[in-house]
């Protein structure tokens, strides 16, 4: 008998080692078959904080890599070009994708407030330039190919590409004591000017990166470069006793006076803190009046939160009431303007739908909710609708103390004209009749009664 259990054990060990065998090879088949593809399809590399390195940072290959959102409209209108244009360059130009949902620390890193966003991630992988053509096959293919150029380009010149070649040819400009002043103090462009010597080691290794930075800056801020042992007086105007000193020149108009460089000095660093102090000094977002579909796409689906207030009957406010209803909310937004917000107005009862999706009208005019379109939760403000109020309800919005309420449908948005600044004109009513015609009755004719007391 216990030979025979004996036996039976072992048969049964090597059923259980088959079926192991049966279910491992199943996995492997099944998690082939079942590989995310996230949303821009199999051609495009599903890119994480644990592979981002590997596989871009460190590639000798060019790489188109976009940031999205699952939620956002227009990063499911982009999927298709985006894996045509992937499946295109396969092999030339790889294409990643990020969920900046699910990896928000990556997509911080590289500055990302908005989707899609599109990075290229040419010669110098450190410095990616932002892509700002047309979303459609023909476009990002154009990148593409530009991208490998460039590539070609530094190889066949002597660059490497992980190294220090720029993400596009240098933009910094050279200043002297006799173009200062109408270079920089002259200008309107954020500036950030390097004073160095020739002689000076930590200057040489500031230039490749100074330089790599400009050519991402574009359009951002200028950047500028002094040799100061040949410009003694300019660089003894900023009190330059050290190098490299780095002095910033705000945006606008100029007083000659420079604040201190505060950042870093890789062109990492010097892009994310002029892009920074850019956005600091950048005009705040607009207040749009919420006249269609498009509005809430562009002002609210792609923003972190949308403010919408919906404002009283002109005829009941008049135009003055109305412009400072919408003055408060431009501060508001100037306020917060270093925030992904969008802004938005309607009037009462033209987006009657929204208003009802919103449960707004019960309590009066003007009202004023916040919208998150991405967990599709709005909360509604019940304080004063001032420029305090506003204050503390975004601020309850940003601390997560402000109630909140899921959202029952979508907002349905009609499309009407933009009021076009003018007053209330009350519409003029014509009598029925003229009481002129009544002048052919004497009154003084009819009948008189008299009744005693």
Known sequence: PSTTQGTRLEMARVLLRMWAGVAVAVSV?????????????KDSTVLTPANMKEQVLDSDLPWVVGFYAPWCGHCKNLA?????????????????????????????EYGVKGFPSIKLFGSNKKSPQDYNGQRDVQGLAQAALK?????????LGGGSSGGGGGAGASAVVELTDASFEKEVVGSKDLWAVAFIAPWCGHCKKLEPEWASASGSLKNVAKLGIVDATANQALAERYGVQSYPTIKLFQAG??????????????????????????LESAPPPD??????????ETECNSKQLCFIAVLPLLQDSGKDGRNSYIDMLKESAAKYKKRPFGWVWSEATTQAGAETSLEVGGFGY?????????????????GQF???????????????????????NNLTITDITAWDGEDFIPVAIEEEFDLSDL??????????TKEEL
């Not at 207040?287 to 809430?296: A, K, N, R």
């Not at 109020?389 to 103390?401: C, M, Q, W």
């Open 29 to 41: 088949v099944w998690a082939a078959d079942g590989a995310d593809v996230g949303m821009f399809g």
């Open 253 to 278: 108009e100029k007083s000659g006076d420079a604040d201190d460089y505060e950042g870093g000095r890789t062109s990492s660093d010097i892009v994310s803190y002029l892009e920074t102090i850019a």
């Open 287 to 296: 207040v749009v009046q919420l006249t269609g579909e498009d509005v809430l």
């Open 147 to 155: 991208l490998a150029s460039e590539i070609i380009s530094a190889r």
């Open 386 to 408: 001032s420029g305090k109020g506003i204050s503390e309800f975004v601020n309850k919005l940003v601390a997560g103390r402000q109630p909140t309420v899921s959202l029952s």
């Open 366 to 382: 003007p009202a004023l909710v916040a919208l998150n379109s991405k967990k599709v939760k709005f909360g509604t403000m019940r």
């Open 80 to 108: 298709d070009p985006w894996a045509k244009a992937a499946t295109a360059a396969k092999g030339i130009v790889n294409f990643g994708q990020i969920d900046a949902d699910t990896h928000q620390s990556l997509a911080g």
């Open 439 to 448: 002048d052919d009755i004497d009154v003084d004719d009819e009948p008189k």
